[in-house]
């Protein structure tokens, strides 16, 4: 169902996005199509203007005298001679007035020779005025006239709707950008399915001959024949204790499987927090000796959280504490507030972590790499599962590196409003 609902969202987008960019595309047409006409406007009525210098204001034409012959090329008629020096003022004159801001180049028609006069090419930089050789044909009917022909037209039009342009050209980047995440997030995906699947698998068969070997070896440990040889009990102890350890693993290993396909079920409840971390560090105290707990914590502090996952991040942050301390095992556990919320925090006397590696401690299968992590057995799943927990809780965990040694771990509690 989240796959086909993925597909869904991910063909909308695809296509909401290429629906702007076609409208885009037909909206940048027509606009240039109207700066096109705008500026066949413009220079219309400015060539009427020259058209009424030149005949000193009397004017009597019944038709229009601006003819646009090509889309870069106009002709004009005039009803007597003129000289080209003041054509040219006027073009300048009307030209700068309409704000028609690029080259040109107008010639003059020769009633006597019967043949176009070049005039001259107007660069609109006048820095830059080498001629340029460009073609005007003779027109048939008219017998005073001059012609003017715009050979950067469209290079004009073009720049001055730039911005519909980069417009475009952002909405293209953005589409290929898009097909590209979506590309990404569907390999990475099949990834993720193709590594959950194998790690469920690999699970499942290492839990089958597993429980073989703890049935086995229980069931050893109780014969009078081990019982009663002391180093036969200690090799069945071993056997048994890593077995459970394996075990462990294996079910963390299966429990975050679960997490990435359905989500925690969280079973919310209050927990007085000295009560529960102390019953927690007991039971850890009874099997570790060397192990020192402090608890700092007020009698009626409480929390809302799942008992059975809020116990497993206890575990796991004590038993780091343990795995990763070089001497005896020193713990501080103690709480804090202030307005945001309450803090609970774990210090230990441990190796500590350098500084780069702390920020990807929760990464899932991270492990720092030092000579003690390699003596230590684990997956580097125990942080994650932690993180994964914090989250799901909406709390907050931070680490950072204790001035003398070790590292402090602080879970943070938001009051909620």
Known sequence: MEIKRLNIIITLGFVAIIGILIAQLLWTRQAYNLEDKKFNQKVNIALLEVVEKLSGGKTSFTENPVQNIANDYYVVNINNEFHPVVLEHYLKTEFTRFQINTDYVYALYNCHSDKMIYGKYIPKNQENSDKKGINFPKHKDLTYYFSIRFPDKATYLVSSLRFWYLLTFALIIILLVYVYSIYTIIQQKKFTEL???FINNMTHEFKTPLSSIL????????????????????????????????????????????????????????????????EIADTILQKDEDLSIKINIEDHISIIADEFHFTNIIYNLIDNSVKYCENHPEIVISSYKDSKGLYLKFKDNGMGIPAKNIPHIFDKFYRVNTKKSDEVTGFGLGLFYVKKIVQQHGWKISVENNADQGISITLFFPFKN
Request: no cysteine; hydrophobic share 35%; aromatic share 2%.
């Open 195 to 197: 590594q959950r699947d």
């Open 215 to 278: 049935l086995a070896s229980e069931a050893l440990d109780k014969q009078e024949s081990v019982q009663a040889n002391a180093k036969l009990q200690t090799y069945t102890s071993i056997i048994i204790n890593q077995s459970h350890k394996l075990n462990h693993h294996i079910e963390k290993i299966l429990n975050i499987a679960r997490t990435d396909t359905s989500g925690l079920s969280l079973k919310p409840q209050r927990i007085i927090l000295l009560q529960f971390i102390q």
